[in-house]
């Protein structure tokens, strides 16, 4: 029996491309599906999230002994549902990745398209930031900040939109001093463009594909970072669920109830999962070169 191997290399791209595609499909399907139970979550949510009922604490999920009727996944140390939780769990984990990544792109994009088309101090101040924060790991940084302001939404907010700034200033740096050297960029000069007007009209639109697939990437990790930080105690606070302040609650209860710690963890594992899939998927569409292959 030939193996895989021996298949013709167009075959060979065939068949791989195809199980490529099931698997982005896929993803495709449950980030839908996960975006919706977060903006659904308080319709679909049975519980409230934050309710108490010390009679029914440590309940395990549903088809076990001693389950609790209506709470499917079970319930935590204080009586809540872990469902009902880890649903506006995810709400809050999505909400603040997305603020996050929007803050670096705004941030990341701003500073990369100075640094493109202002050279001399302007540049080489803004690519040492982009050094130095390269250099040391953000987490210790974000630990730090936290440390000192305090673990507030806002604090929170703005750490996590300084996650990844870096990233896009690189790109657009880079993207804008390929295309200044472009005819079409020195044509728009010649006919009496300023800088401001060349930036909007003709850098900005042929940015945008980087910066999305980019700003995809951004998202997993800063839902890696977010929980994190929650788990450690420095994120998200008491009681209002995320799902790193969840898996950080419920680790001292693992050997006796996992239940509370696998939904947070699991819904974890399939939002990066979806995101990083996804942000391949528009990477291979965007990039010509990678569509030729």
Do not use: C
């Amino acid at each position: 029996m030939a193996s895989f191997a021996d298949l013709p290399l167009r075959r060979r791209r065939r068949a791989a491309g195809a199980g490529t595609d099931v698997i982005q499909k896929a993803a495709l399907v449950l980030a839908v599906l996960l975006a919706a139970a977060a903006l659904l979550a308080p319709l679909i949510a049975p519980f409230d999230p934050l309710g108490q009922s010390l009679i029914a604490r440590l309940r395990p999920p549903l088809g076990f002994e001693r389950y609790s009727a209506g709470h499917l996944l079970g319930t935590d140390e204080l009586g809540r549902d872990v469902l009902s939780r880890a649903l506006y769990g995810l709400r809050l984990t999505m909400s603040l990745a997305l603020a996050g990544a929007l803050i670096g792109l705004l941030v990341g994009g701003t500073l990369g398209l100075v640094a493109g088309l202002r050279r001399g101090w302007a540049e080489d101040t803004i690519m040492g930031l982009v050094d130095m924060q390269i250099a040391v790991p953000f987490t210790l940084i974000a630990l730090l900040i936290l440390a000192l302001l305090g673990s507030s939404m806002t604090v929170l907010v703005f750490v996590l939109g300084i996650a990844g700034w870096e990233q896009y200033a690189r790109i657009v740096r880079a993207e804008v001093r390929r295309l200044a050297a472009q005819p079409f960029i020195e044509a728009a000069r010649a006919a009496g463009g300023g800088t401001i007007y060349i930036a909007r009209h003709h850098l900005l639109p042929n940015i945008v594909s980087p910066l999305v697939v980019q700003f995809t990437l951004a998202l997993s990790n800063i839902v890696i970072l977010e929980s994190t930080l929650s788990f450690l105690g420095l994120g998200v606070q008491p009681p209002q669920p995320s799902l790193g302040s969840m898996v950080g609650l419920g680790r001292d209860y693992m050997p006796t109830a996992p239940w509370i710690v696998l939904a947070p963890a699991a819904l974890i594992i399939l939002l990066t999962f979806a995101v990083q899939i996804l942000g391949d998927w528009i990477r291979d569409r965007a990039d010509v070169r990678l569509r030729e292959r």
